[in-house]
């Protein structure tokens, strides 16, 4: 027998019509045997294609999914101080950047195991991100946001520089681990960090914290009232951040082999980083894993697209035009579907967890990506 849920009447005031739970949108439906071999096979299909793209092409396409898997990581870092408490991060190459400097450090010079120096450049990406986020205490909006613009900029033209740390010019050796040395076998190890991260973020928004943070982005004050401690939750999350920034750090700077203090710039990091996370969706994973591998990969493609129709100008200057294209894609995400890909990712999601695909998500503020919503 349905459960009901009502209101109870007030004077001679008619109660509202009782709806049971199985009436709320994803409740009380189960997916029959074939709908779970269609979710089975949705799931296996694109890795089936992953594999053979990876064993069909050149080890150079391996290391370009592997770009993909580090930038996805680095949003995803983005996406807890943007999309989960709103504090506007533009400094988010010396995140990255302090990671792999780090992780080359304890590799190179202190001769560690590579998974040592992820869990140190995880450990310190974290401390660094609560420091800069004891100044989030006292300053927020556009004044935080200049506060990390100075903190990347200080990094890049300064810290990036010392030499008993980075080599300075000549840069850091970053090896690979033993046995993951080439381009095809590292590529394994991007993708289980990015599953890692990605398994810590799903848990992390399901937690107390999670929906500290989330009401945190909403109105500090009111999260204030109910009780939520505002400052610890907003130095958490800074460390969740930058835990998370350390690891793609690590990750990148053992794909490079070599880390400089030029390959942490503005544009190149923090601002690519941004429009990954805006146009993939704010508190949408899905999304934002998505459009890191559509980011990557049309960078690859588009110069034998452009040299197919004859375009010289793209072909050679291909890097430069899917920044532009991906710059114009956030501006127009942002006026006119702030979900990004997430509008596409979450429905498929929510069908793969075993309820009706639905594009637009009836569960009230939380399920129509407003409020704290942060499902895939």
Not at 345 to 365: I, K
Request: hydrophobic share 50%.
């Amino acid at each position: 027998m349905a459960r009901t849920l009502e209101r109870p009447s007030a004077g001679g005031t008619p109660s509202p019509p009782r709806t049971t739970v199985s009436e709320l949108p994803g409740r009380g439906f189960q997916p029959t045997p074939a709908g779970w071999a269609a979710r089975a096979g949705a799931v296996l299909a694109p890795l089936m294609v992953g594999v053979w793209y990876v064993r069909s092409n050149a080890p150079v396409r391996s290391d370009a999914l592997a770009t993909a898997a580090v930038i996805a990581i680095g949003a995803l870092s983005l996406n807890v101080l943007v999309g989960y408490t709103g504090q506007i991060s533009l400094g988010h190459q010396a995140f990255i950047g302090i990671g792999a400097f780090t992780s080359a450090y304890i590799i190179s010079e202190s001769h560690q195991p590579f998974l040592v120096g992820v869990v140190v450049a995880l450990l310190v990406g974290a401390v660094q991100a609560v420091v800069l986020g004891l100044i989030a205490l006292r300053v927020r909006g556009l004044y935080f946001a200049l506060v990390t613009l100075a903190w990347g900029k200080v990094a890049e033209q300064c810290l990036f520089r010392l030499k008993s740390f980075t080599r300075g010019g000549a840069g850091a050796e970053a090896p690979r681990p033993s046995g993951f040395t080439t381009d095809k076998a590292y590529l394994v190890v991007c993708l289980v960090g990015l599953a890692l991260i990605l398994l810590v973020d799903w848990r992390l928004v399901a937690t107390k914290a999670g929906r500290a943070m989330q009401a945190l982005r909403e109105s500090p004050q009111v999260a204030a009232n109910y009780g939520v401690d505002v400052k610890g939750y907003t130095l958490y999350a800074f460390a969740v951040a930058g835990a998370y920034a350390g690891v793609a750090g690590a990750l990148f700077a053992s794909r490079r082999l070599t880390v400089q203090s030029g390959d942490f710039d503005f544009a190149g990091i923090a601002l690519t980083y941004l429009i990954v996370t805006v146009v993939g969706g704010l508190r949408r994973r899905g999304g934002i894993v998505a459009f890191s591998l559509l980011y990557v990969l049309g960078g690859e493609y588009l110069p034998d697209l452009a040299r197919a129709i004859g375009v010289r100008t793209i072909e050679v200057n291909a890097g430069y035009y899917i920044q532009a294209l991906s710059a114009v894609l956030a501006i127009l995400t942002l006026i006119f579907q702030p979900d990004g890909l997430g509008t596409i990712t979450a429905p498929v999601g929510r069908w793969l967890r075993g309820e009706r695909f639905q594009l637009a998500h009836g569960g009230g503020a939380l399920g129509r990506g407003g409020g704290g919503d942060a499902r895939p």
